[in-house]
């Protein structure tokens, strides 16, 4: 689903990159700025500040260059809207492939994208669906969880156990299978990683006081305090959840006992072949 909001994403965006000129200074700036922040924060799969700070760059950088320049435009537009997921792939080389794989795509549907903006419908129609695909490329490097990599840079800043608990949150994130819970479960979780977010930001900025007061302290505590809660209630819920799901799979023996029969019916269909040939 993700994926798909992507495509549908990069083809507006590459499909109005030939226009944007055309709508004049204001419309056609505000149009590719807007298109270039909906890329950015598909690319990004999560809604934040810095998705849409680098799709608005972007944006603006691709509509300058796309009259002289489309294939560095492409390559602007899209290097610039995957460039929050860039932050998140943990290890150096892939985080170097990613934006090799962005800008060369971007730079390539981009200067389709140009190229044939003049063609007939049914071309430009194939040109856009091409870009939107070819944008889609650097989703084949993994990237990290936009949660669990917030929750460890929260705790690499923040001393103590609560740096702790938010790190094995972090690992939690990474582990977990979401569709281990149902519906309401789910919607329970997506609610205690926001709030553990939230507490873990807090907590970052409690410790940034360098002499807090008797009060600020009591307040540390009880955050402190609340991020354990939470990250334990998640490590038993999501524990519970796969335990429940293995008791079933366990109990679920129709295929073993279809198996079981297939088994006996061919060892009795062996058995009558061989006394019919003795």
Known sequence: MRALTLLFASAFAYGLLPYSSRLGTVLGAVVAVGFGVLLALAASFSSNAVAVASGAIGAFTSGVLASHAPALAGAALLGLAFAERTLRIRDRNSRIVHVVVALGAGGLAGYLAM??????????????VIAAVLSAAPLMIPADDPVAHALDELGSVITGESGAKLGAAAELRRSVDEALLDSSGARDARRAWKNLLGLGQARARLSSAKAPSERAEAVIRRVDQRIAEHVDSLNRMYTAADAASAAGLSLDDAALRSVETTRETLDEVSKAIIEEAV
């Open 115 to 128: 190229q044939y903006s003049a063609s007939e419908p049914l071309v430009r129609v194939v040109v856009i």
